[in-house]
């Protein structure tokens, strides 16, 4: 089974769990339509590259980690599209949950999603229960206060910005998930993969500046020119498009440098210089625009 | 300590544990707001309770497993809170999150405060892993979908409710992780003790329906008639305040009957009993109310 089958599978069976059973079907059907077509699936992606870097001598524990991350992704993105957000009406290319169920039914998907990823985990210990639990102090610490994605929004809501922090937390910190809990997955050590998380998350950060700064909503699957709307800090305001493509460049090959030697250390650089090439607009859309 | 200095300080550790650091200091504040000063304490005391009943073995992981099923309760009120589910100004006698900092950061506090619990319980393993996992096996069956209270206020979005399921699992479900998670904690299983758990939230709903239909907005701290206003299902509408009053006796008889065979049974049985002369309206009330 190919990587993105295999993910796909995962995330599939963990929404399987949450809607077992008597469960009130329009939420049932919000959490399924909340994560299904999937996006690029880059954080599973990554961790379980990073898992398999490491071995993957215990499958069914990535697929329960790289499940677990997706769901937590696809709940903040269903939180952040909320009308006291970003009043987002499209994403992926369809409607928003709380335009498609209901604003309710929105606010609980993405509470059950977060509480699914942890049951998953939990029930996911196998003969391994310590890994189980890392993976959990992870997630949780990549995810809520004070490091996590939720303190990311949480800046936004303050008069003076920790800008590092902000970013950090806002996009960095389910990077540090994927590359901490592949590595946990495997039974390896987190902390020699933080930097490798962390430039990944910064290069995504760059990139999507990029892509919101140089496409279209048509193009993009969301409304276009977010940041400059809120009034969030952008790559691109700050060093111009030549400026932040450099810096793009830059964060790939420290990634790159920064990852730990293992077994499946040349495999998981050739992962991420393809990252890189679908995160660098093409040559043509920067001509386009030019 | 007396247990509820205990279940306080327990809470108050954990929510520091979401504020230490460089974090964004509304939604901080925010988070200790949400959690303080407490309520009732309801489900953590019973968990304690259960706790020690069975010997209270490692009284770290308790005092973890009982603030963090206070966590989730308050992040539960929070996002019920919300325009667009209860529209509340009020709650515990003070302004309502989302009045008090804003709509997105009530929704924040909400999901920091469920990622805090978990997070909470994958650090208190200690020398046990098997409980802190088991521990949070119970607490996201009981909080998220199909089971937990997320489904229970799901029913709510559906044309046709499922009253057996919308009540398991909107008011039981942190009952029953209560009486199980207070079991686990002290290294017991957690089935025998579901039956009290799950009477318990029965009597406890029962109460609230009386205490809504019979008391005003000052006396409750929140606004009164919600039940109705919202038209959700009732017992004092279906059985008149007589009848809910019968059936409350009922259902805390049935509630002592069931506690398992445990060293502090008899201690057990007496707090239900103090807890149902509490929770039963007093006949002063009920003569004002005639």
Known sequence: MGLSKRIDAAVERAI????AGPAPERLSGALHYACTPGGARIRPTI???VALACGDDRPSITDAASASLELVHCASLVHDDLPCFDDADVRRGKPSVHRAYSEPLAVLTGDSLIVLAFNVLSRAAGDTPERALALIAVLSRQTGMPHGIC??????SEAQIDLSAYHRAKTGALFIAATQMGALAAGQEAEPWTELGARIGEAFQVADDLRDALFDEQALGKPAGQDDLHGRPNAVSMLGVDGAMKRLS?????AIASIPSCPGEAQLAQMVRMYA????PSAEVLRARA
Chains 1, 2 share one sequence.
Not at 16 to 19: E, F, K, S, T, V
Not at 151 to 156: I, K, L, P, V, Y
Not at 277 to 280: A, E, K, Q, S, W
Request: glycine fraction near 18%; hydrophobic fraction near 35%.
């Open 16 to 19: 399987a769990m949450g809607r």
């Open 250 to 254: 830059d964060i790939l090959s420290g």
């Open 151 to 156: 303190a990311g929004q949480g800046w936004e």
């Open 47 to 49: 961790l379980t590259s």
């Open 277 to 280: 090439d679908r995160l660098t």
